[in-house]
T-cell receptor, first 112, second 112 residues
Framework: QQQVKQSPQSLIVQKGGISIINCAYE??????FPWYQQFPGKGPALLIA?????SEKKEGRFTISFNKSAKQFSLHIMDSQPGDSATYFC???????????FGSGTKLNVKP | DTEVTQTPKHLVMGMTNKKSLKCEQH?????MYWYKQKAKKPPELMFV???????INESVPSRFSPECPNSSLLNLHLHALQPEDSALYLC???????????FGSGTRLTVV
């Protein structure tokens, strides 16, 4: 059973546009939701993370929106740049549990 | 030092070979992980070490053998692998509590 569902599978955005990637989860015990960015041939890098006691977190051009009642969270990339072209993974975990559940990934292509 | 260092970066091995992957971190993280990642897929958890003890084994075949010699080092010993084991092998570490992973850049393994 897939614990975290991610959409879309791929996304094409024009430079300067907004990229939006969505994730949904089932387990209400999850209390930590990170997003990872992965470039080809590299390991994933932690981009931004949120806990369910806040509805939004912003770091630069990257924003996580969190809807606890709907069990959904999303990543918004404002003013998308070609350098943002990468694969993005959402994930979820719960405290004192050494395991993260990853979404299936979204390949973002930002056109110049 | 905020990195996880993996060696080698690339490895080609025959099905009868024995080889080892190495991972090192000096961030004081007490949880260390091995992940396997196939192309266009999310990382797939293999093993978790917590305070140098194996805490999670995700039913990985015995041809993969992890080892944690100390709090900074993690090894993955490989023996009699199959071509389908070809993948990017990622090491990660994490501080205690609700924090995201720090991933290494991975070892690209090809089994011939």
């Amino acid at each position: 059973q897939q614990q975290v569902k991610q959409s879309p599978q791929s996304l094409i955005v024009q430079k300067g546009g907004i990229s939006i990637i969505n994730c949904a989860y089932e387990n209400t015990a999850f209390d930590y939701f990170p997003w990872y960015q992965q470039f080809p041939g590299k390991g994933p890098a932690l981009l931004i993370a949120i806990r369910p006691d806040v509805s939004e977190k912003k770091e630069g051009r990257f924003t996580i929106s969190f809807n606890k009642s709907a069990k959904q969270f999303s990543l918004h990339i404002m003013d998308s740049q070609p350098g943002d072209s990468a694969t993005y993974f959402c994930a979820a975990s719960r405290n004192n549990f050494n395991k993260f559940y990853f979404g299936s990934g979204t390949k973002l292509n930002v056109k110049p | 030092d905020t990195e996880v260092t993996q060696t080698p970066k690339h490895l080609v091995m025959g099905m009868t070979n024995k080889k080892s992957l190495k991972c090192e971190q000096h961030m004081g993280h007490r949880a260390m992980y091995w992940y396997k990642q196939k192309a266009k897929k999310p990382p797939e958890l293999m093993f978790v070490y917590s305070y140098e003890k194996l805490s999670i084994n995700e039913s990985v075949p015995s041809r993969f053998s992890p080892e944690c010699p100390n709090s900074s080092l993690l090894n993955l010993h490989l023996h009699a692998l199959q071509p389908e084991d070809s993948a990017l092998y990622l090491c990660a570490s994490r501080a205690t509590g609700l924090y995201g992973y720090t991933f290494g850049s991975g070892t690209r393994l090809t089994v011939v």
